[in-house]
């Protein structure tokens, strides 16, 4: 037998920076969850017990928080990129690092109409991602994301005409619930270096908002026919958003709000378009997916 693919590394890094702002007593802070997973001349470390190849993955620990000290860790894009290229010039023998950074959310408090400088909250489950791949003699392949972005509306969805034979029970419904947890990536041309994602940082944000609002106003103002159409058009606007984009893709759970028929109590009406109490049901569940390409 042969070692076919070999990576390693520290998963599950917590990270927590803040930062102050002297001036306006301001303060910023960010929480991520790092993982570090390398590749390169490390196969004797696996065929022949050679240790002599393998930067300790608690290393790659104490690298990635004083990574985090001495740079700026937002936007992820730009963390991940400057944590890769440091193990690949370190390192002469490691050649890509796979860094994934999944950014939770803190924002801040309002507190009598004002934003208050160092208080802030978990508003939803949402993350971002981003998954950087620097590859040495190649470049930096950068893919954002965000995940578990649960969104639902009442009404303003429909599921009609689609195939119905003898397998078939689905009622055809032109007025339904719609609720999905978004889970999108764009998928960055490639950077030629840690200075072109450098030269690109402004573009991050920019994108991850652009995303959130388009996702948001597609899924709010569309007269859905399905979800795959819905999405498709999600990622359609988000590459003519950004022109750096090569592809988008999105999974779609579908999760599903059955109604329920309570005629056989003394006839009350919960059904079409009486429906008012429903069974939201945990599974099965939908999944729809897609990749959107630029070309
Ligand atoms: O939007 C939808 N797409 C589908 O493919 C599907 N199948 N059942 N319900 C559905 N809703």
Avoid at 4 to 12: I, S, T
Avoid at 260 to 287: C, F, M, R
């Amino acid at each position: 037998p042969r070692l076919a693919a070999a990576r390693y590394g520290k998963d599950n890094i917590r990270v927590y920076k803040v930062e102050r702002d002297e001036a306006t007593k301001t303060h910023t802070v960010y929480e991520m969850t790092v993982c570090v997973l390398l590749e390169g001349e490390i196969d004797v470390s696996y065929t022949k017990a050679d240790n002599s190849v393998v930067v300790a993955t608690d290393t790659m620990k104490n690298t990635t928080y004083i990574m985090a000290k001495q740079n700026p860790v937002h936007p992820p894009e730009l963390f991940a990129s400057i944590l890769g290229t440091h193990f690949i010039q370190t390192y002469k023998h490691i050649h890509t690092a796979h860094i994934s950074v999944m950014q939770h959310r803190w924002t801040r408090m309002t507190i009598d109409g004002k934003p208050h400088p160092h208080s802030f909250f978990r508003d939803g489950n949402e993350k971002r991602l981003v998954q950087a791949d620097v590859i040495e003699g190649k470049g930096i392949e950068v893919k954002s994301g965000i995940s578990d972005l649960l969104v639902l509306k009442s009404t303003g969805s429909q599921f009609h005409s689609f195939v119905r034979n003898d397998f078939t029970t689905l009622p055809e419904v032109y007025d339904r619930i719609l609720s999905t947890s978004v889970d999108a990536n764009w998928n960055w041309s490639t950077f030629s270096s840690l200075e072109a994602v450098k030269k690109s940082v402004a573009k991050f944000d920019e994108t991850w908002s652009k995303v959130r609002e388009i996702t948001f106003r597609l899924f709010a103002l569309e007269e859905s026919p399905s979800v795959q159409n819905t999405m498709y058009k999600m990622c359609e606007q988000i590459l003519a958003a950004q022109p750096l984009l090569q592809t988008v893709d999105y999974s779609l759970p579908n999760k599903h709000y059955f109604e329920i028929d309570l005629s056989w109590h003394h006839g009350l009406k919960n059904t079409g378009k009486d429906a008012e109490v429903y069974a939201p049901q945990s599974d099965p569940n939908g999944l729809i997916k897609c990749t959107v390409a630029r070309d």
